[in-house]
């Protein structure tokens, strides 16, 4: 059976020092990164014997529990990618085509008022989450979601290219209480080549969600 397996880092723990400690970053990629991966495989584990044995009693919980881990792989695997040490500014001086900076000023009226509703939703969600730029494929715009704990309050078919993490683990050790200060620093370190790519990339494949019958 296919398994999960965590990815490594694309840089060096320290690499986004000062805005992220190392010490964050490491405990953050092999330890909670570490988790999820884990625990979507023992979910797939128990999923496989309930199959081979016609037992079903747990399937609730099972169904939830692969969920959550396996969103939380995925949104950590785009996460550390979606940082550099020497990230920041714009997209627009950033991506090298202006098409990630058009489609923001398209879809939220311009970079400003993009990042303000970002780092709002980042930084007002309820416990634990996310604040995520994604492409929505149906409409063929760029939305942001508010991700509770590594699920809900998202649309359906919808494509992470942008993540910021506002769980306490990825910032407490350095900001303590001061989650917004993290999030208007995770700006600093946003590495916009990356989200360009994941956005081309989304928008290539979004015919293919709504087929014709």
Do not use: C
Request: glycine fraction near 8%; charge should be negative; charged fraction near 20%.
């Amino acid at each position: 059976m296919a398994t999960y397996t965590l990815p490594d880092l694309p840089y060096d723990y320290s690499a986004l020092e000062p805005v992220i400690s190392g010490e964050i970053i490491e405990l953050h990629h092999d330890k909670h990164h570490a988790g999820y991966v884990k625990g979507a495989n023992d979910t797939l584990e128990q999923l496989a014997e309930a199959r081979e044995k016609d037992q079903w009693a747990a399937i609730n919980g099972l169904e939830k529990n692969l969920a959550f881990h396996l969103s939380g792989h995925i949104l950590h695997s785009i996460y550390w990618h979606n940082m550099t040490g020497d990230g920041g500014g714009e997209p627009l001086e950033r991506d090298g085509t202006g098409e990630l900076a058009d489609a923001i000023a398209e879809s939220f009226g311009s970079f400003a008022r993009f990042k303000a509703q970002l780092s709002k939703a980042a930084a007002t969600t309820q416990g634990s989450g996310w604040g995520v730029l994604a492409y929505e494929p149906v409409s063929g715009r760029l939305i942001v979601e508010q991700v509770y704990d590594h699920q809900g309050n998202v649309g359906q078919g919808s494509v992470p290219v942008l993540v910021f993490d506002a769980w306490e683990h990825a910032f407490y050790l350095q900001y303590r209480n001061q989650k917004v200060d993290f999030v208007e620093a995770m700006w600093r370190v946003v590495n916009w080549q990356d989200v360009a790519a994941r956005f081309t990339a989304a928008r290539e494949r979004a015919h293919t969600l709504l087929l014709a019958p």
